[in-house]
């Protein structure tokens, strides 16, 4: 079942009901945006049922909901752990506005480096680095349903490393999975392949710096720029892409005068 929210922005939560266990996948902004699920475990008759929770990474908006299921397996790649760990005091601070309801800083509590299987459930956690490192996904092989947190993000994903290679690896194997749909952290539900090879073009573009500026959005644009360039540009600074950064920083000057 896939709930999404609108309110501060579009994102998504997919409930798996599975024989033995509810998964849920990703939790939001806190304990009252948790609400509606807890309510739907309910109305669905699930409620004596475990719940396992999967954090896809941990920036804020996937995990802040974390409390609201008090005695749930909560899963995560063992770099959310840590991640929630260092960085969630912080986040608390920066997105206070995107707070709904109580929130409880609560890490993975049962984490894996590369796959995690529930196999009498058709249920399998993967590490799929690239949006962030901690990055995993989820495919649910009985509604063939891929989950892949903030990895697939229109109309351009958002990088935090340099680690371009890495990140087409993970959208290349999205590709392999025989899926009817895919769920990504903030967009409409997929049910074609076409975003997730746009994503791979930006990303090898990006890599090889044979970007076309004039094929921009605005909104492209300025994520390119504002999100993306900013965020990883002391890496690129540090990396062998040092050179081809100056280069494409004064072609964007050039584009945007
Ligand atoms: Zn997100």
Redesign the pocket.
């Given at each position: 079942m896939l709930v999404s929210f609108d309110d501060p922005y579009h994102?998504n939560v997919y409930i798996i009901f599975g024989d033995k266990q509810v998964f849920v996948l990703d939790t939001f902004l806190g304990n009252d945006s948790m609400k509606t699920v807890q309510q739907l475990i309910v109305d669905e008759g699930y409620v004596d049922k475990h719940i396992v929770v999967f954090n896809s990474h941990a920036?804020y908006?996937?995990y802040w909901g974390n409390g609201a299921f008090k005695d749930a397996t909560i899963i995560g790649h063992k770099h959310c752990k840590d991640r929630v760990m260092s960085e969630g005091k912080a986040s608390l601070v920066k997105y206070a506005d995107h707070q709904r309801g109580a929130i409880e800083l609560i890490p993975p509590n049962r984490t894996f480096q590369h796959t995690l299987n529930f196999e009498g459930e058709g249920v399998r956690f993967f590490h799929s680095p690239g949006h962030s490192l901690d990055s995993s996904s989820c495919f649910d092989e009985r509604d063939g349903v891929l989950f892949v947190?903030?990895n697939v993000e229109s109309p351009l994903p958002y990088l935090n490393h340099v680690n371009f290679d890495q990140y087409i690896r993970s959208l290349e194997s999205y590709l392999e999975f025989d899926w009817k749909y895919v769920i990504a952290?903030?967009d409409q539900l997929l049910k074609e392949p076409d975003l997730i090879n746009r994503n791979i073009d930006y990303l090898r573009k990006f890599s090889e710096w044979s970007l076309d500026l004039d094929s921009f959005s605005v909104t492209e644009l300025h994520r390119h720029v504002e999100h993306n360039l900013i965020t990883i540009k002391n890496e690129l600074m540090n990396s062998e892409h040092k050179q081809d950064m100056m280069k494409h920083l004064e072609d964007l000057n050039n584009y945007i005068a």
């Open positions: 994102t920036d908006d996937h947190g903030d952290g903030h």
